[in-house]
């Protein structure tokens, strides 16, 4: 059984069809990419699996139960599902540190002191062991993606989703980061991606996707996606991207 | 040094001395010739009065301590009844819609009516329902009508502090599994709150004068003492050392309350 499994998910913003139908699996331990030109959906699949945005039609199932019940409390599924965005999204009024440590205070009612040594061990290990007293705005933007992913961690959720996590960020920044989605993928973090890093989704996915106009519209592992596409519109999107 | 950098300093010091010497050639004309305008003696005796103004200056002081009472008390309740109404006006739960009902029309009403008519509604209207002592105080009922004018005024502000918090924040907190209850709390109006610190710097500003207003209703504040000085003594010098008062008092304010937005304005580019 899948992870994650989004069973003809649509998704309309007024007139505008966002996600046309969208099935997809993502198995436990997997790392699954999202490629497609902006605007193609890929963003607002991920919103719709964080229940960030509710969806018209179809399921979604996380460990084979259904979490797009319409009138299902969200907040709960939230927490299974950790994301990080593409500006970072840190809290400016929060140290680095106060940041990873809110939600599991807030939503598992536990204390700093529960909590602080299980996130001190995370700075440590993704080399931001002295910048966990610094605020969002002494960090620079690697770091601060780097800080939000940790903060994403420290719910201990089953899935991760990230959303073009080095698209505002320097290019001599990016492998700072990517190197954190390998560590993760290491240890079987289960990850679904959207992402414009096609050397990256060649090299680390499991599973590529290329989306257009809210379609699915060819996937497979990188190696037949992006050496031997099959549907002329994969090819003709991965010709632009070289 | 450069001849860049020395260019650039003779130019300061050339700019500097045509400011300084233009500003003394002013004062010096206004100094010769304000006196020289006719009827500006009786203006003097009248607005300038060094005798009478010895004379009020202290009793005016300790008036204005009156003033600073009563803004000392009012400007917590205000600070708390604003955030309570704004939070009701954004209230979502439909079991809520009356308080949000309510804070609507408190911010519509309070905003809508002259400070000074909302004063003797509340301020004379109150007390004289025949209430016994000490609550038919104009002191009391008095800060109540200005708690209750500010506070929708306050309420507005903070309102748009929680909307200038941008919402990929409120996104972030949602996807950890926070509550909206807990999103307002702990991401928002903390964010919301130090946003709007220098608006409502200057609501303060304009509490501090508006509590003069009170002195219709009965407390001998510092413009009512100055009234009192000007029919004792035929004079409105009193009236002017009330205004260098309050100026000593506003006008550091209005800078400082300046100065925190110009840089917030720097912080936020």
Redesign the interface.
């Known amino acids: 059984m899948a992870k994650l499994a989004l069973r003809g998910v649509v998704k309309r913003f007024g007139e505008a069809t966002v996600c046309d139908g969208i099935d997809l699996d993502v198995d436990a331990g997997q790392m699954v990419c999202l490629i497609g030109a902006s605007g193609a959906g890929k963003s607002t699949l991920l ?1 719709c699996i ?1 229940l ?1 945005e509710p969806i018209e039609d179809g399921e979604i199932f996380l460990d084979g139960e259904d979490i797009s019940v319409p009138g299902l409390d ?3 599924v ?6 990080v ?1 593409q ?1 970072f ?5 929060m140290t680095a540190i106060e940041n990873a440590m ?2 599991p205070r ?2 598992h009612s536990k204390t700093r002191v529960d909590v602080r040594g299980e996130i001190e061990s995370l700075f440590t290990r993704f080399g931001l062991a002295d910048r966990m007293q610094n605020y969002p705005d002494q960090l620079s933007g690697g770091q601060q993606q780097r800080v ?1 992913i940790v ?2 961690l420290a ?1 201990r959720p089953d899935v991760m989703l990230f959303d073009e996590i080095t698209s505002a960020l320097d290019p001599q920044l990016v492998g700072e980061v990517l190197d954190v989605l390998l560590a993760l993928k290491a240890e079987g973090m289960t990850m679904l991606l959207a992402t414009h890093e096609m050397g990256f989704a060649r090299e680390a996915a499991d599973k590529v996707c290329f989306l257009k106009d809210g379609n699915v519209i060819e996937e497979g592992p990188p190696s037949q996606i992006f050496d031997a596409p099959q549907h002329p519109e994969t090819q003709r999107f991965l010709a632009r991207s070289k | 040094m450069t001849r860049r950098e020395k260019y650039d300093a003779a130019q300061r010091r050339r700019s500097l001395v045509i400011a300084a010497s233009s500003t003394a050639l002013v004062i010096l004309a206004l100094i010769i010739l304000v006196p020289m305008a006719p009827g500006w003696e009786k203006v003097q005796s009248s607005f300038f009065n060094r005798a009478v103004l010895a004379k009020s200056f202290p009793k005016l002081l300790d008036a204005f301590l009156v003033n600073v009472m009563i803004f000392a008390w009012s400007a917590p309740l205000i600070g708390l009844l604003g955030l309570l109404i704004a939070l009701a006006r954004d209230a979502k739960s439909p079991a809520l819609f009356p308080l949000r009902l309510f804070g609507a029309a408190f911010t519509d009403i309070f905003r809508g009516v002259p400070v000074i008519l909302t004063v003797y509604l509340i301020g004379f209207g109150i007390p004289g329902l025949g209430l016994p002592r000490p609550w038919n105080s104009p002191y009391i009922w008095g800060s109540l009508a200005l708690i209750l004018t500010y506070s929708a005024y306050v309420a507005e502000i903070f309102r748009s502090g929680i909307d200038s918090v941008h919402h990929s924040q409120r996104a972030a907190a949602l996807s950890l599994g926070l509550s909206e209850r807990q999103v307002m709390r702990d991401v928002v109006l903390p964010q919301a709150v130090r946003n709007v610190v220098p608006s409502q710097m200057n609501m303060l500003i304009a509490l501090q004068k508006d509590v003069s207003l009170l002195s219709f209703i009965g407390p001998v504040e510092i413009f009512r003492q100055a009234g009192v000085f000007k029919s004792l003594l035929a004079n409105f010098t009193p009236y002017v050392g009330a205004a260098l008062i309050f100026l000593a008092v506003t006008i550091p304010a209005t800078r400082y309350a300046d100065y925190l937005m110009a840089k917030q304005k720097r912080e936020r580019r």
Not at chain 1, 89 to 93: E, G, I, K, R
């Open positions: 919103r964080n960030l969200p907040h709960p939230r927490a299974r599902i950790g994301m965005f500006n999204n840190l809290f400016p009024h809110l939600a807030r939503v939000a903060r994403a719910m």
